[in-house]
């Protein structure tokens, strides 16, 4: 079956959030922002997405009001009057378009080194929950317990900010082993506070931040967390090594506030728990209730990352077996929405192309490509 005769080409709704289909454009670090600052050609990239039918773009990170929140030169940030001046301008024309925006809320924690480059002070160390990058190796700073709730306030007055620009909800950056995945993962979080422990105890970091935006927010402004198993320093690793595991993790999170769950994983048609053929955002739909993002390498026809040897390997068919897998699984309602990632950066107007059944038109995604993104 086509993706045409699929619903992800159907308006949805979410509460408040209205969205002319199911693609959401994942979000993707550009370091394009001299300074911090969204300029021209930031407000153009994301207004061309808009105006080639994107449903939901997701901005690349962005870093909020903390000291250490930053990992990388010239990423944007989502604090101080020119970089929101330049995020207004980008609202504004991806509105202009019809379509919606959210920006992605991010603190680097340990991945952060000092003296690479990242501002607003590069010789400002890494800010995480015991100061580890993994389980035995040491970054930065542990986090004391007024460096966590000034973290949760920066989270809080960016995702105000965000509102008062005029942005369509947020999207909190909880995944690929950054500062709030630091906090889930046991291997960089051995805290003996409130903020460490077991499971739900290593969720509380996130779980005060939903609460402090929707206290500031209100009831009415969307909150997306995205999350993953996987890590950046770790490929296999695991927050929940079964479902029982994975609803004891999630049931703060929803009470908190979250509304979408943005399930990051490297393909998203692999099979997260054995027995079943559901993937991490299938899992979430179910056992939370609440919608869910689906992401990874949806699209790609020549190449990818491959996790155990992290380097670039050939494959052949991922486009057309992709396509494919993701009709009958938007058929089967195993989860809501759907983002698309490198395809998208690769060619602007993949919405309308697939949209008409014209996959040969597709851009090819390249092996020169996909290595300056990784």
Not at 179 to 198: K, V
Not at 248 to 263: K, N, S, T, W, Y
Request: include cysteine; charged fraction near 25%.
């Amino acid at each position: 079956m086509p993706l045409s005769e699929t619903t992800l080409f159907d308006a949805v709704e979410f509460g408040p959030l209205q969205l002319r289909n199911r693609v959401v454009m994942a979000p993707m670090t550009r370091t394009f922002s001299p300074g911090g600052i969204p300029n021209e050609l930031v407000i153009a990239y994301y207004e061309r997405r808009a105006k080639n039918d994107v449903g939901l773009i997701i901005t690349e990170g962005t870093c909020i009001g903390h000291k250490a929140a930053n990992g990388y030169p010239n990423v944007p940030y989502i604090y101080g009057k020119k970089p929101l001046a330049g995020w207004k301008k980008v609202v504004e024309a991806v509105h202009a378009a019809g379509g919606k925006i959210m920006p992605q809320l991010w603190h680097v924690g340990a991945i952060r080194e000092a003296g690479k480059g990242a501002g607003p002070d590069e010789n400002t160390p890494a800010y995480s929950p015991s100061g580890l990058v993994t389980r035995n190796k040491p970054n930065g700073v542990a986090m004391s317990l007024e460096d966590v709730k000034e973290t949760i306030e920066a989270f809080a007055q960016a995702a105000a900010d965000a509102q008062s620009i005029g942005f369509d909800g947020v999207e909190i950056h909880g995944a690929h082993g950054y500062l709030i995945d630091q906090f889930f993962w046991e291997d960089t979080n051995q805290r003996d506070d409130e903020y460490g422990g077991d499971m739900v105890g290593r969720t509380r970091f996130a779980v005060d931040i939903v609460k402090a935006i929707r206290s500031r927010c209100g009831e009415n402004f969307p909150i997306v967390l995205r999350f993953s198993q996987w890590k950046q320093q770790n490929y296999m690793a695991k927050l929940a090594n079964t479902p029982e595991e994975l609803k004891q993790f999630l049931r703060p999170l929803v009470e908190a506030g979250v509304d979408i769950f943005h399930c990051s994983t490297r393909r998203f048609w692999d099979a997260e728990f054995e027995g079943s053929s559901l993937n991490l955002a299938g899992w979430v739909k179910k056992l939370s209730g609440k919608p869910t993002i689906t992401v990874g390498s949806l699209g790609l026809s020549s190449s990818f990352i491959d996790e155990a040897k992290r380097d670039m390997v050939e494959t052949s068919d991922v486009n057309e077996d992709s396509f494919e897998n993701l009709a009958k699984r938007l058929m089967n309602n195993e989860f809501d929405l759907v983002a698309v990632g490198r395809a998208l950066l690769q060619d602007p107007e993949w919405v309308p192309k697939v949209r008409d059944n014209r996959l040969n038109e597709l851009s090819d995604y390249n092996k020169d490509v996909l290595g300056k993104l990784f």
